[in-house]
């Protein structure tokens, strides 16, 4: 089946600092990506996403390439603000039919001090 | 405002009260799906609802029952729940074939 393997958290870096979240994932087919964000006391928002090998997502200064040879979808930041400070999900789709879901990682939280 | 609006959002209930959580979309998406998010635990799908019909139930025990009764809305009855019944309840749409969901804010739910 499917599955999503995000690094283990917390992460703590200091405002303007570089981010990476690693993600790997098992998947059959040609699954889609995403990263989605989780600010305190919400529901899970869209960050990015990449639909097929060697598409960037990308929003808010973040970015993630899709990977196929490494199967990896890892999300960069070149200069975190306090802001940014959130749970992270990286997730795959096997986008086909009627019954295609999203299976996400455990999520990793993110705090940026000033 | 993300498209989809659960209420309430916060919920206190005892172990042997009755109540619902309700979800809507204003997309047009034709899939809804409710998770279950409990301190550090993954996401849990809990249903899938696509074009109005239940396509998935993950195994949940009796005392959660949805309901969809169009595709614009879904509700979460629930019943004699248990403590550990308390989480963040996350409700999703999306269109069938894109991947991508939408959600809603979630309704923090605490059993007593």
């Known amino acids: 089946g499917n599955s999503v393997t995000q690094m283990e958290g917390p992460v703590t870096l200091s405002e303007e600092a570089f981010l990476t979240i690693n993600c790997t994932y098992t998947?059959?087919?040609?699954?889609?990506l995403f990263w989605y964000v989780q600010y305190p006391g919400e529901g899970l928002q869209l960050l990015l996403k990449a639909t097929k090998a060697d598409d960037k997502g990308s929003n808010k200064g973040f970015e993630a390439t899709y990977r196929k040879e490494t199967t990896s979808f890892h999300l960069e930041k070149g200069s975190v603000q306090v802001s940014d400070s959130a749970v992270y999900f990286c997730a795959l789709s096997d986008g086909t039919g009627a019954n295609s879901k999203l299976t996400f990682g455990k999520g990793i939280t993110l705090s940026v001090r000033p | 405002e993300t498209g989809v609006t659960q209420t309430p959002r916060h919920l206190v209930m005892g172990m042997t009260n009755k109540k619902s959580l309700k979800c809507e979309q204003h997309?047009?998406?034709?899939?809804m799906y409710w998770y279950k998010q409990s301190a550090k635990k993954p996401l849990e799908l809990m249903f899938v609802y696509s074009l109005e019909e239940r396509v998935e139930n993950n195994s949940v025990p009796s005392r959660f029952s949805p309901e969809c009764p169009n595709s614009s809305h879904l509700f979460l009855h629930l019943h004699t729940l248990q403590p550990e019944d308390s989480a963040l309840y996350l409700c999703?749409?999306?269109?069938?074939?894109?991947?991508?969901?939408?959600f809603g804010s979630g309704t923090r739910l605490t059993v007593v």
């Open positions: 999703a749409s999306s269109q069938t074939g894109t991947g991508g969901y939408t």
């Open positions: 998947a059959t087919g040609y699954p889609s």
């Open positions: 997309l047009g998406h034709n899939a």
